[in-house]
């Protein structure tokens, strides 16, 4: 079936213009996650959608990052006056609700999508 | 300090050989573990879930031991279809996800 999609793949931009990045989640996933990437670093947490609930922004790094989910579904990440430290790869996850796992605690698997790679000149 | 600490690597093995990696995570709070699987410049997929009892997926075996908060993951008989990054996720809440930066690992003919 459908994965998650991600566009654009790639994106140049100059410093100081906005930006949005947009994520299609598999149907019927109700999470939705975005993170960054950096060169040879660790996902960074940005903002985790669920449902109908109001969305976790704890990792968004600077007013200048916003995200939006409309209808439960497709979700756009904008970054305004944009940063050269912003250049990254943007990933986006999605996932079913939460489960028990075998070790304890609460998770659902993520499945990512393909990123956007951004790049501010 | 890190949530999530890897050694980057790179681990350099031949065909068929065993490899482990290690991972620490500083948080006793957290409460599941997986490791991932990252080609280059391709998204992370979900390798294997980390089970307290550790758990075998094929060639692949992974386990935990909280005590000490860490992770391993190994590798026997490698392929070279098994060169790729592999990052150490631990999960405190539920929409809480620490990554590790990873473990490259390139097995050579």
């Known amino acids: 079936g459908a994965g998650v999609s991600q566009s654009p793949s790639n994106k140049v931009t100059e410093k100081g213009k906005d930006v949005e990045l947009r994520c299609d989640p598999i149907?019927?996933?109700?999470?939705l996650y975005w993170y960054r990437q950096s060169l040879g670093q660790g996902l960074e947490f940005l903002i985790y959608?669920?449902?109908?609930?109001?969305?976790?922004k704890s990792g968004l790094p600077s007013d200048r990052f916003s995200a939006e989910r409309t209808g439960g579904s497709v979700s756009t990440l904008t970054i305004q006056r944009t940063q050269q430290e912003d250049s990254a790869v943007y990933l986006c996850?999605?996932?079913?609700?939460?489960?028990?796992?075998?070790?304890?605690?609460?998770?659902?698997?993520?499945?990512f999508g393909p990123g956007t790679r951004l790049t501010v000149l | 300090r890190k949530e999530v600490e890897q050694d980057p690597g790179p681990f350099n093995v031949p065909e068929g050989a065993t490899v482990a990696f290690n991972c620490t995570y500083s948080?006793?709070?957290?409460?599941?573990f997986f490791w991932y699987r990252q080609d280059c410049r391709k998204e992370p997929k979900l390798l294997m879930s980390?089970?307290?009892s550790g758990n075998e997926d094929g060639r692949f075996t992974a386990q935990l031991n909280r005590a000490s908060q860490y992770i391993s993951l190994l590798i026997r008989d490698s392929k070279l279809s098994d060169s790729a990054t592999y990052l150490c996720?631990?999960?405190?809440?539920?929409?809480?996800?620490?990554f590790g930066s990873g473990t490259k690992l390139n097995v050579k003919p």
């Open positions: 149907s019927g996933h109700t999470a």
């Open positions: 980390v089970y307290s």
């Open positions: 959608f669920q449902g109908n609930s109001a969305p976790d």
């Open positions: 948080n006793s709070a957290s409460q599941s």
């Open positions: 996720v631990v999960n405190r809440q539920f929409n809480k996800f620490y």
């Open positions: 996850a999605s996932s079913l609700p939460p489960k028990t796992g075998k070790s304890g605690g609460t998770y659902n698997e993520q499945f």
